[in-house]
T-cell receptor, first 109, second 117 residues
Framework: SQQGEEDPQALSIQEGENATMNCSYKTSINNLQWYRQNSGRGLVHLILIRSNEREKHSGRLRVTLDTSKKSSSLLITASRAADTASYFC?????????FGTGTSLTVIP | NAGVMQNPRHLVRRRGQEARLRCSPMKGHSHVYWYRQLPEEGLKFMVYLQKENIIDESGMPKERFSAEFPKEGPSILRIQQVVRGDSAAYFCASSRTGQGAVNTEAFFGQGTRLTVV
């Protein structure tokens, strides 16, 4: 299966700390995207990184992509309680987005 | 510019009834995707449509499920004769370009939570 796999499944940190979550996938991709989902809500698009890019920043978010290892990481710096959510990576190839099962992040105030 | 609009937000159906889920893509988007999410799980692809065409329905069950995206109006995901196992959140996403494009971003609706009783 092409489905992405996030690691860890759950992460709990103190407010102000950095949170790092990883995503691995299996086949070549066009791009990789990270989404956030608050409990009971839809997905919010965070950032897209193309297959020829290695790193991308957006505010407190930093995404890296290593196509040789077929992995990506999402770093959230200076975390806030409002960052508490599930984070999914989605790989784009062909006609589909493939989603992993997500990392559940809890930021403790 | 309104985002992807899904309705209803919550839908309760008895076993054997039909469920119709609607999705209006963002303005200017002609590509629509449906996903299903079971509790505590990730999203599972169901179907990808462009206006009036089904491009990829490899994730959709062969029976009872159908999807359309007519020239006018929203995309519809239809589930006939619902069973308890159909209870899930169904998300629709839309994009301006197709998934094969390197810069394609998909934007999601808030989802429809289907409960089959």
């Amino acid at each position: 299966s092409q489905q992405g796999e996030e690691d860890p499944q759950a992460l709990s940190i103190q407010e102000g700390e950095n949170a790092t979550m990883n995503c691995s996938y299996k086949t070549s991709i066009n791009n990789l995207q990270w989404y956030r989902q608050n409990s009971g809500r839809g997905l919010v698009h965070l950032i897209l990184i193309r297959s020829n890019e290695r790193e991308k920043h957006s505010g407190r978010l930093r995404v890296t992509l290593d196509t040789s290892k077929k992995s990506s990481s999402l770093l959230i710096t200076a975390s806030r309680a409002a960052d508490t959510a599930s984070y999914f990576c989605a790989t784009s190839t062909g006609n589909q987005f493939y989603f992993g099962t997500g990392t559940s992040l809890t930021v403790i105030p | 510019n309104a985002g992807v609009m899904q309705n209803p937000r919550h839908l309760v159906r008895r076993r054997g009834q039909e469920a119709r889920l609607r999705c209006s893509p963002m303005k200017g988007h002609s590509h629509v995707y449906w996903y299903r999410q079971l509790p505590e799980e990730g999203l599972k692809f169901m179907v990808y449509l462009q206006k009036e065409n089904i491009i990829d329905e490899s994730g959709m069950p062969k029976e009872r499920f159908s999807a359309e995206f007519p020239k006018e109006g929203p995309s519809i995901l239809r589930i006939q004769q619902v069973v308890r196992g159909d209870s899930a959140a169904y998300f629709c996403a839309s994009s301006r370009t197709g998934q094969g494009a390197v810069n394609t971003e998909a934007f999601f609706g808030q989802g429809t939570r289907l409960t089959v009783v």
